[in-house]
C-alpha cells in the first residue's frame, strides 16, 4: 500500500477519460480548498498522469486504468464530483498534516 | 497555457423548457446544441453517448455534465458548453436530472465555468436559482465567472 506524508505532497493530480468535465470541476474545487498550502492541482486524462503526481484522485470507476497509468502513486478514488468524503479527508489531513494512504 | 476565452456559453446553446425520452435522448439534444453552434462535429453526439455509459456524469443538484471521450476531442472545433433544462426531470441511472450542461472542449477555454458550476452546486441557493431562472440571460449571468476566479 502506498502513502505519503502530507507535507510531501506537492502536485495532486486528478484524473478522468477526457480530462474535460468532471475532473476540471473537481480540481478548481481542491485548487481553491489547498489555497495557501503550496500544492499544485492538476487535472489530465487517466491515460497520462504526470510523473512527478504525489497523489492521484480518480473516480472510482477509473482506478484500475488510473494504476496501471501511474503504479506506485497513492490513488485516491472518489464516488461523487462534489463533496466526497475521500477528497474531504484528503484537504483536511494536507491542512493538518498526517499520512495520506491508499 | 493560453489565456482562456471569456465566455463559451452561447445564449444561442441555452434551453429552459426541453424535454426528453430518457438519458440518451437528453444527452443527444446537448451534443446536437453543441453542433448547431459549430462546437463539434455532428459524430461528436455518439462519443457523448459511449462516454455516459463508462461513467455517469451526474454531479449532483440535479445537474449532469454530459461530454465526449478523450479521442472525440479531434471533432471539438472550438471550446463551448450548452445549459438544457428538463423542467420534468430525467431519469439519469436512478438520479433525476433537470439540468444539462454539455461540454466540448479541446483546450482550456471552459475550465473557469466549469469551476462556476462548481461553485454553484455546493451552494443550495445558487443551484435552485439554476434550476429555476426564468430567463435565458439569468442563466449566463449565473454561470458567468465571477471576479474571484479570473
Redesign the interface.
Known amino acids: 500500500m502506498a502513502a505519503i506524508e502530507s507535507k510531501d505532497i506537492r502536485k495532486i493530480v486528478i484524473a478522468c477519460d477526457a480530462g474535460m468535465g468532471s475532473s476540471v470541476m473537481l480540481a478548481s474545487q481542491v485548487r481553491k480548498q489547498l489555497k495557501g498550502e503550496g500544492v499544485e492541482v492538476v487535472h489530465t486524462p487517466v491515460n497520462s498522469i504526470p510523473g512527478d503526481a504525489d497523489v492521484v484522485l480518480c473516480h472510482a470507476g477509473l482506478a484500475d486504468r488510473a494504476r496501471a497509468s501511474a503504479p506506485g502513486v497513492v490513488l485516491i478514488p472518489f464516488q461523487v464530483f462534489i463533496g466526497d468524503p475521500a477528497v474531504t479527508r484528503l484537504v483536511d489531513t494536507i491542512k493538518k498534516g498526517g499520512t495520506v494512504d491508499a | 497555457m493560453r489565456e482562456t476565452a471569456p465566455l463559451p456559453l452561447d445564449p444561442r446553446a441555452v434551453r429552459l423548457d426541453a424535454s426528453a425520452a430518457g438519458r440518451d435522448d437528453a444527452i443527444a439534444q446537448c451534443g446536437r446544441a453543441l453542433v448547431e453552434i459549430g462546437a463539434v462535429e455532428p459524430s461528436y453526439v455518439e462519443a457523448m453517448l459511449e462516454?455516459e455509459r463508462?461513467?455517469s456524469?451526474y454531479?449532483?443538484?440535479e445537474v449532469a455534465?454530459?461530454?465526449?471521450?478523450?479521442a472525440?476531442?479531434n471533432v471539438v472545433r472550438h471550446d463551448a458548453i450548452c445549459v438544457l433544462r428538463f423542467p420534468g426531470g430525467v431519469d439519469w441511472d436512478g438520479e433525476r436530472v433537470t439540468v444539462c450542461v454539455g461540454?466540448a472542449?479541446r483546450g482550456d477555454g471552459?475550465?473557469r465555468l466549469?469551476?462556476e458550476?462548481?461553485q454553484i452546486?455546493?451552494d443550495p441557493d445558487r443551484a435552485r436559482a439554476l434550476r429555476e431562472a426564468d430567463e435565458v440571460s439569468e442563466v449566463v449571468r449565473l454561470l458567468h465567472p465571477t471576479e474571484e476566479d479570473q
Not at chain 2, 455534465?65 to 478523450?70: A, D, M, S, Y
Open positions: 462516454r463508462s461513467i456524469t454531479v449532483g443538484e455534465i454530459p461530454h465526449g471521450t478523450l472525440a476531442k461540454i472542449a471552459h475550465v466549469l469551476s458550476l462548481a452546486l455546493m
